[in-house]
């Protein structure tokens, strides 16, 4: 089985300036390269789990969604990064428009894409890492049996009732990267 560091995307691996859909806006956070060429050689695949409410809202399309994508892992590639795989969530349970509007399993905090990637990759949850911006995150990881979490400080609330490492960047997680 494999261990994998999943990632959310917004406010991880770019800045968060709110339904990034466009290559111009999307600002890669210092350090995410680096972060994830250490978790590589320390034998983890790197993998995306984002909610992108984005498209069921109609800020943007799944096309334009999935064309950023592409050019985001070209960047991770000229970075001597691999992403193993992107999953993302369109639907949103009250601010969704037609058939995004509902209250599925794959939106974090519920553990859906998570699972998958597991199933999809052979992943070991148990081995693996979460980091993310968002209680949500945290929640989505503790679901899926993640017991590696870390929580990079945010504009977000953090109640503190989730157990994770907290850190203020993610520059601080390399201690948990085991």
Partial sequence: ???????????????????????????????????????????????????????????????????????????????????????????????????????CSCRKPKPGMINLAATDHDIELANSIFIGDKVSDMQAAEAAGIHNRVLVASQYDDTKQIIAHRVDNITQAYPFIK
């Fill in 1 to 103: 089985m494999t261990k994998a560091l999943f990632l959310d995307r917004d406010g991880i691996i770019n800045i968060d300036h709110g339904y990034v859909y466009k290559s111009e806006n999307f600002e890669f956070v210092d350090g995410i390269f680096k972060l994830c060429q250490y978790a590589m050689s320390k034998g983890y695949i790197i993998v995306v789990i984002t909610n992108q409410s984005g498209i069921g809202r109609g800020k943007y399309t799944t096309e334009q969604f999935e064309q950023l994508t592409l050019w985001m892992i070209k960047q991770f590639n000229k970075n001597n990064v691999s992403i193993k795989d992107v999953y993302y969530c369109p639907h949103h349970p009250t601010k969704g428009i037609g058939d995004y509007l509902q209250d």
